[in-house]
């Protein structure tokens, strides 16, 4: 089945630093979501992509939808320590199932 | 906006009890929700699809009698933990999809369900 891979696992910064992190699959997605999860809550939605080689920003937040289809990446810039969490990629493929896949996750911890 | 809510947020129950959560989109109408679990530090798991005045897709070893969800108007979907035993005990998180950007999914806050 499709798979997303996602890195890095965690990271540990210092506050005003820039972050960057990446999913690739083996598979081709149309849309790329990228959801923040804080601690004991749901994933809210950061940046949504529809379109290969789309950036799109959302405040300090870029993302990107690669070209080859198979892979995004999200960079935080000038992180702040309300940037915490746990952020994932999902991907959702050509089948109009609407199911999304998640990557793995990658947590990030800012030190002030 | 695009506003999800689920109850209870929390839910601590007996074993062999069954549990009912509830997913509400708020602000718009949802034919298609989805529900998932997650297990500390891991990522969302689908358990199914549910639609809208039919019966729910389940996702390969999710137990469907286990597991009932229904979907009975636009803006409503339950999961209903029967028979609940510890290893049930997970992180229940809802979804809605949006008709107005058909690719995007709005979650709710989660449920944590605690069986003992």
């Known amino acids: 089945g499709q798979q997303l891979n996602q890195s890095p696992q965690s990271m540990f910064i210092q506050e005003g630093e820039d972050v960057s992190m990446n999913c690739t699959s083996s598979?081709?997605?149309?849309?790329w979501l990228w959801y923040k999860q804080d601690p004991g809550e749901g994933p809210v939605l950061l940046i949504a992509l529809y379109k290969a080689g789309e950036l799109t920003s959302n405040g300090r937040l870029t993302a990107q939808f690669g070209i080859t289809r198979k892979d995004s990446f999200l960079n935080i810039s000038a992180s702040i320590p309300s940037d915490v969490g746990i952020y994932f990629c999902?991907?959702?493929?050509?089948?109009?199932?609407?199911?999304?896949?998640f990557g793995q996750g990658t947590t990030l911890q800012v030190k002030p | 906006g695009a506003v999800v809510s689920q109850h209870p947020s929390w839910v601590i129950c007996k074993s062999g009890t069954s549990v009912k959560i509830e997913c509400r989109s708020l602000d718009f109408q949802a034919t298609t929700m989805f529900w998932y679990r997650q297990f500390p530090k891991q990522s969302l798991m689908l358990m199914a699809t549910s639609n809208e005045g039919s019966k729910a897709t389940y996702e390969q070893g999710v137990e469907k009698d286990k597991f009932l969800i229904n979907h009975a108007s636009l803006t409503l979907s339950t999961l209903t933990v029967t028979s609940a035993h510890p290893e049930d005990s997970s992180f229940y998180i809802c979804s809605a999809r949006v008709t107005w950007a058909y690719n995007e999914q709005f979650f709710g806050p989660g449920t944590r369900l605690t069986v003992l």
């Open positions: 598979s081709i997605f149309n849309t």
């Open positions: 999902a991907g959702l493929g050509s089948s109009n199932t609407g199911k999304l896949i």
